[in-house]
């Protein structure tokens, strides 16, 4: 298997942020990176660095203002004095707002979702290459078939103009425009992440030429909580082009390789060019802030069905947080899937 990473992942290294009341440790560490990464290497596969495909691609997915905001913010931070470490709004935009303000608190409020994507020094340059790693792995499975996207942080919960859920720039919405690009054909996306791929729901829902697939836990008391609901078919060109799989929390392997089989079902009648799968390990039994109870078996199992699913393929990081079972899961799945892609 092919991996392609960025050294600047780790570049981002938030606190803490605000969850359920108080201020907690915050799940998306930096030494994610440097754990999934030992894992991948762990397991033989060619280790590459992403390249720089600069801006053009990810303007294929978001807007420049949420562009400008975030690659901008902290060079802009004297505008705040009594700024420290972080740069973070505790004022957001709702759907009654109606302008979009100058000022960099307003910036951000407009392009945040929530508190856990704050902007440090790094967070950038962290940013940037998780998003080129999707941009170069997506290159390398044109090529060759299939590759793995260690991007951290993730991507799926970030809409075209909105960061939220631990996401700034949606990786997996990156990849699968950049396959289209590359096969003049139709993608699809399947999220197999234990959240909602709300911001990649939102990227596409209006298209015919993306067709997104998401298995996720029941989003009613869960996040994302506003999206995820399995009448969100698309809209306009895109009605029918969307698909959402919510699952009761508890759903161990059976239910969830069910659902995956499912979706996978839809994703062949569709006949892609390319397939995208936003590979969350937060569905494990072990994740400190999962909602399943998907063994490292259930993961293998999984990878067997994905790899067999579509000759070319991209997957690219989503969750899956610190635990024993993280670097565990990732290597049994890349195991699993390329014993099956020789098989």
């Known amino acids: 298997m092919i991996v392609v990473h960025s050294p600047r992942s780790p570049d981002h290294d938030p606190d803490g942020y605000f969850r359920r009341g108080r201020t907690v440790p915050h799940p998306e560490q930096a030494s994610r990176y440097g754990i999934l990464l030992e894992a991948a290497t762990g397991g033989g596969h060619a280790i590459e660095e992403a390249g720089d495909a600069g801006l053009d691609p990810l303007r294929a997915v978001h807007t420049d203002s949420h562009l400008d905001v975030f690659r901008t913010a902290w060079g802009r931070k004297a505008e705040l004095p009594e700024i420290g470490d972080e740069i973070l709004t ?54 060759h078939g299939a590759a793995y996207a260690l991007c951290r942080p993730p991507g799926h919960h970030a809409y ?27 993608i699809a996306i399947l999220d197999i992440d234990v959240h909602h791929g709300n911001g990649t729901q939102g990227i596409f829902y209006g298209r015919r030429d993306v067709l997104t697939v998401s298995i996720h836990a029941d989003p009613s008391d869960y996040f994302p909580f506003y999206t995820g609901y399995a009448d969100e078919r698309g809209e306009g060109e895109g009605e029918g082009f969307n698909r959402n ?17 499912a979706g996978l079902a839809e994703i062949a009648a569709f006949r892609p060019a390319a397939l995208v799968v936003a590979l969350g390990f937060d569905a494990s039994e072990h994740d400190p802030i999962g909602a399943f109870k998907v063994t490292t078996a259930g993961f293998e199992a999984a990878a067997r069905l994905v790899a067999a699913a579509h000759p070319t393929t991209v997957l690219v990081q989503e969750g899956g947080y610190l635990c024993d079972a993280l670097p565990r899961n990732l290597a049994a799945f890349l195991q699993a899937f390329e014993a099956r892609r020789g098989a």
Do not use: K
């Open 160 to 186: 075209a103009d909105s960061a939220g859920g631990f996401c700034f720039l949606n990786n997996s919405a990156i990849a699968a425009e950049r396959l289209r690009a590359a096969t003049g054909g139709p």
């Open 245 to 261: 799989l919510p699952l009761a929390q508890g759903s161990g392997d059976a239910t969830w390789l069910a659902a995956i089989e």
């Open 90 to 143: 505790g004022h957001f935009a709702r759907p009654q707002m109606h302008r979009l303000p100058p000022g960099l608190l307003g910036l951000l409020g407009f392009h945040m979702a929530d508190t856990s994507t704050p902007i440090r020094a790094g967070t950038w340059g962290a940013v940037y290459g998780s998003a080129q790693a999707a941009i170069g792995a997506a290159d390398r499975a044109a090529e």
